[in-house]
């Protein structure tokens, strides 16, 4: 029972929070609010530093790594407030191209040819999943495609119309096409930094597969993009509480710094607990998904309702101590606090989840 | 990262859970807060160290397994599922005990330790003073040296379990001329001593859970019952708070089984609980689980040579306004019948709920209030000013 990372997945995540200091502050998802989309540069830088393909198998040009790994970066991009598609891409739709890869015939690929050619983006169907992965995966790896899910349960997908492909799941088949190809309608939310849309299937259309099998790797994948908005949501909330320490510990009245009043102090440190508390709970998500346990769903719920919750407190508690100045477009506080609203409707919206949970907990099995 | 319990774990949980099972239906199921009661406890304790299982991660010199501490929180859940009680002993086993071995002399060691873990001696905590419980350097009972012996006179307060324990542990002023958290020394006070005079006082569940300790010129030997030096008090007792906030005060596996019971209430009533409750006993739930995650996480990170430190108030604050919660669910869960206690025919289990929720209302204020936690983290986790 050991909750230990490694040295190496420590400094992967020190790495990461520091390129993300730099190259990913308030002022770039700014930039991300006022363009509508992500930064293509950043993307390929992080893709440089191999975490855009970290779970990608090798076999396509990835680092080979799993959930866990994945898990910390995923926090610091929360705390980061990165607009680029991380969660869709990296956490959910590389790794549901590389569980159907393994599906079909498993095994690696033959060394024919490099990257596929410009003709084969936008073709409607493609007749092989190990084709459509060995297609994708290396260019998703080297930060050149950009491939989200638009799967049930997530009904306003994010990111799609500057995908490049997007991975359509409807009961148990898959479909794969480009933005252009399918019916898509943006639908404006409370994030700049994360546009989300509505996406259906026009009706000449064929999967690329169905099956049972199909269907355990959709929800698989919806399980992922759960338990990783839960650890960007922890990041988040990271994030606000030291912002607003930060302004606690500047702004003065009454002839002090406000951080040392009590009340500003209990504000923050009761949400600092409840953020804190969801840190085992993600990390425990990650490591059910990666062995493929039987409660990965359950645990991926608890994750992101509780860190959904947190993650909303932590607002709360930030935008309080923050006063007026807070509850302006110029304060930095709703850079974060309007990914934490969104994401959290998204992948599970928080009722639904505590319903999930519900019926787990009350069911008439024994523990 | 690999949540799995080894085999070599497992193997110890089975064996846990074995003499636990042989063992169990000698564990009292009175409460340890009248004179009867206690010494049922006592024996208890005696039983668990005769068998082994007293205090599993204590060297086995002292009475223990030498267990890690991943296999002492094994332990604890089993103990707590096979439905065992309250340890009379924890002050000493979990407060006094750790403090010791970090502290004491090889012959304080040798002295203490195996009759705390059989339960021969009980160990009360003798901190708060009338003038003296959140603001602990406030301290004003003093231990004068004359010769060899200290002389104690004082007053100690809200001392959990003093009204039946055999010795305190207690934090006192030997400085006369020091103020605040200076020139304190941590002592030790056999409650049979001549000049100590032991008040119990009546708690809201009608018992004497805790007691005044008056200290009229008390003589204890310096040597052995000093633990560090004279004038370390203050820096002992707050390695102390740090284990009582820790892990080792709470282990998860006692609310685990509270959880376990909730739900169990819960699925009685079938369909006539609300949604609204329904939540209540999932959210609830769901918070065990994640203190149980936690503590594991805490201990893989002191097992890898880590330190808890102020973080030790983020924990004391989740599980005491968790615990509170939890029972709080369970008397809405129990409607009308929430209030009937010990002896009324329609109570469910006898009032054990509404003893229960009485209890966790104190979980907040005793180890340190949720309120000084909530400053102690907002100061030295988060580093916003002090005062």
Avoid at chain 1, 23 to 44: I, M, N, Y
Avoid at chain 2, 258 to 287: C, H, I, K, N, Y
């Amino acid at each position: 029972m050991q909750f230990t990372l490694t040295d190496d997945q420590r400094l992967l995540a020190e790495g990461v929070a520091a390129f993300l200091a730099g190259e990913c502050r308030p002022a770039h998802v700014r930039q991300a609010w006022d363009s509508g989309r992500f930064d293509a540069g950043r993307w390929k830088a992080l893709a440089g530093l191999g975490v855009v393909g970290l779970t990608v198998p090798e076999r396509f040009g990835g680092l080979g790594m799993g959930d866990v790994d994945l898990v910390t970066l995923l926090v610091e991009a929360g705390r980061a407030a990165l607009p680029e598609p991380l969660l869709e891409v990296s956490a959910v739709s590389a790794a549901l191209l590389a569980d159907l890869a393994d599906l079909d015939g498993g095994g690696p690929e033959s060394d024919e040819g490099g990257s596929p050619t410009v003709d084969q983006i936008g073709t409607p169907t493609l007749e092989h999943i190990d084709s459509l992965a060995a297609t994708w995966l290396p260019r998703i790896a080297a930060g050149d495609a950009i491939v989200v899910p638009a799967l049930e349960g997530d009904p306003y997908p994010a990111n799609v119309e500057h995908a490049d492909l997007v991975l359509v799941g409807r009961g148990n088949a898959l479909y794969a096409l480009p933005p252009h190809a399918l019916e898509v309608t943006h639908q404006p939310s409370v994030d700049p930094a994360r546009p989300t849309a509505t996406v259906a299937l026009p009706t000449a259309v064929a999967p690329i597969a169905s099956g049972p099998e199909v269907a355990q790797a959709l929800a698989r994948a919806s399980t992922r993009g759960t338990a990783a908005a839960a650890a960007m949501l922890v990041g988040a909330g990271h994030a606000m509480i030291e912002l607003a320490v930060e302004y606690a510990n500047t702004r003065e009245q009454f002839g002090k710094p406000i951080g040392s009043f009590q009340a500003v102090k209990h504000h923050l440190a009761t949400a600092f607990v409840e953020v804190q508390f969801c840190r085992p709970l993600v990390e425990r998500a990650a490591s059910s998904i990666a062995t493929g346990d039987a409660d990965a769903v359950i645990h991926a719920a608890m994750a992101k309702a509780m860190a959904a919750e947190a993650a909303a407190g932590a607002a709360k508690a930030a935008l309080q101590v923050h006063g007026a100045i807070g509850y302006t477009w110029e304060c930095d506080l709703q850079l974060w606090m309007k990914r934490v609203w969104s994401l959290s409707a998204a992948w599970g919206d928080t009722e639904s989840l505590w319903r999930t949970l519900d019926a787990h907990v009350h069911a008439a099995t024994p523990d | 990262m690999d949540l799995t319990f080894t085999d070599e774990q497992d193997a110890f949980r089975a064996q846990a859970r074995e003499w636990l099972l042989a063992n169990a239906e000698h564990a009292p199921t009175c409460s340890f807060d009248t004179r009867e009661g206690f010494e049922l406890h006592r024996a208890w304790e005696r039983r668990l160290f005769d068998g082994g299982w007293g205090v599993v991660p204590w060297p086995v010199e002292y009475g223990g397994r030498g267990a890690d501490l991943i296999e002492w929180l094994i332990f604890e859940e089993e103990y707590y599922r096979a439905g065992c009680p309250y340890r009379v002993a924890q002050n000493g086993l979990f407060l006094l005990a750790p403090t010791l071995m970090e502290y004491g002399t090889p012959e304080q060691k040798q002295r203490f330790l195996r009759p705390m873990a059989s339960g021969e001696e009980i160990w009360a905590q003798g901190w708060s003073e009338p003038g003296a419980g959140s603001d602990m350097a406030a301290i004003r009972a003093r231990a004068v040296r004359d010769s060899d012996d200290w002389v104690i006179s004082g007053q100690k307060t809200w001392s959990t379990r003093a009204a039946f324990a055999d010795w305190m542990f207690g934090i006192f002023r030997t400085d006369p001329d020091s103020s605040r958290h200076h020139g304190l020394s941590f002592i030790f006070v056999p409650l049979d001593a001549e000049g100590v005079d032991v008040r119990p006082i009546r708690q809201l569940n009608g018992e004497p859970g805790f007691a005044e300790v008056f200290l009229d010129e008390v003589r204890v030997p310096v040597a052995q019952h000093t633990l560090a030096e004279p004038g370390q008090g203050w820096q002992v007792a707050m390695a102390t708070a740090g284990f009582e906030r820790g892990v080792s005060l709470r282990s998860p596996g006692r609310f685990n089984a509270a959880s376990r019971r909730l739900v169990t209430l819960a699925m009685a009533q079938g369909d006539s609980v609300s949604p609204a409750l329904v939540r209540e006993v999932t959210r609830s739930w769901a918070r065990t689980q994640a203190y149980d995650l936690f503590t594991y996480r805490t201990v893989a990170h002191v097992l890898a040579g880590g330190d808890v430190g102020p973080e030790a108030s983020v924990n004391k604050i989740f599980w005491s306004e968790m615990d509170r919660s939890l029972n709080e669910t369970a008397l809405a869960l129990l409607g009308p019948r929430a209030a009937l206690g010990p002896g009324a025919p329609d109570a469910e289990a006898d009032g054990d709920w509404m003893d229960r929720f009485l209890f966790s209302l104190s979980g907040p204020i005793y180890a340190g209030t949720n309120e000084i936690q909530r400053n102690i983290i907002a100061e030295r986790v988060l580093g916003l000013p002090r005062g």
